[in-house]
C-alpha cells in the first residue's frame, strides 16, 4: 500500500517529514560517502552567521547518560563562506535546505537572510534565537517582543520561509511561540537544547571549558514533546518537532502531539543515515496500522 509522506512547511514542501536537525550533520558534504542527502525531506544545515565564528574553546562536548552537552558556540565560516564553499555541494542534490541562521541583533539576522535570498541559498530560513552556548544566544527566545522583533526583520527583507527555533529554557514557551506566528513566521521548530553542566569528580572541574552546556538526545524527549504538544494548541502554523528523537516511533509520538515534520539530531552522531531510516520507519507504521497519508497521525493526540 502506497502512503503519502509529504508535507509542507510554509510554502516549502518535503517529501518526507523528517530533516536533519541543525549542528548534527554538517553542511552534508561531511556523509557524502554515506547519505544520499535527496532521499531526505530536507537537509537543515549548520547554523551560519554574518560574519566567521571560532566557537567556545575545547572541552567542548561530552556524553551524559542519554545525552550528550555540546557548547560549540557556532563555529562556521560566515555567510560568505557558506555561498561560495558550502552551497556548490548542496545543490547537486534535490532536497531541500534550511538554513539555520543566528544572530546577535535583528540587523544581523536580516542581513544573513537577505544574502540568502539574493544568492539563492537557501529554501527556508530557521531563525536561531535560541542557541544556549554564546553570550545572549537565547536572548530573543526569552520575551515574546524580542522574538517578534527578530522575525519581523527578517519577514521584512526576504519572501523564504521563516522557521523560529525556540528554546525550552523559559517559564512558558507558548506566547512566545504565538508572538513568532503572529509577527510572520511560517513555522516554528522546537526545542532547542536545555541548558546543563557536567563536573568532573576526578579533576574536580567542569566537563566543559564554557561551563555549560546544551543537554540533547532521548535524556530531552519528554520535554520536547510537552512543548510540541502544547504549542500546537496555541499556533496554526507548522511545527517542527526535535528533541532526542532516535528511531521512526519516536518520531511518530512528536507528529502524534502536533508536529507537522520533525528533525532527527544527536542520533546523527551514531547514525548518518538516521533521518533517511526515520522517514521508511514512519511509512512502515502508517501501513501497518491502515493510513495512507502522514496527516492523518499530526496532532490526533489530544
Known sequence: MAVNLEV???SLTMRTPVTTGSGTFGFGSETKDLVDLSKLGAVCVKATTRERRLGNPPARMCETASGVLNAIGLQNGGIENYILE?????????VPIIVNVPGESPDDFAYVARRLTESGGADAIELNISCPNVSHGLDYATQPHLT??????????TDLPIIAKLSPNVTDIRP????????GADAISLINTVIGTAIDARKRTFKLANKTGGLSGPAIK?????????????????????????????AVE???????????GTVNFVNPLAAIEIADGIADYLEKNGFTDVHELIGAVQ
Open 254 to 264: 512528536f507528529l502524534l502531539a502536533g508536529a507537522t515534520a520533525v528533525a532527527a
Open 8 to 10: 509542507k512547511i510554509g
Open 222 to 250: 519528554p520535554i520536547a514533546l510537552l512543548a510540541v504538544y502544547r504549542v500546537a494548541q496555541t499556533v496554526n502554523v507548522p511545527i517542527i518537532g526535535m528533541g532526542g528523537i532516535m528511531n521512526a516511533t519516536d
Open 86 to 94: 558550502k552551497l556548490p555541494y548542496l545543490r547537486q542534490f534535490d
Open 176 to 183: 512566545i511561540a504565538k508572538a513568532a506566528e503572529d509577527a
Open 148 to 157: 517578534a522583533e527578530v522575525v519581523a526583520a527578517v519577514k521584512a527583507v
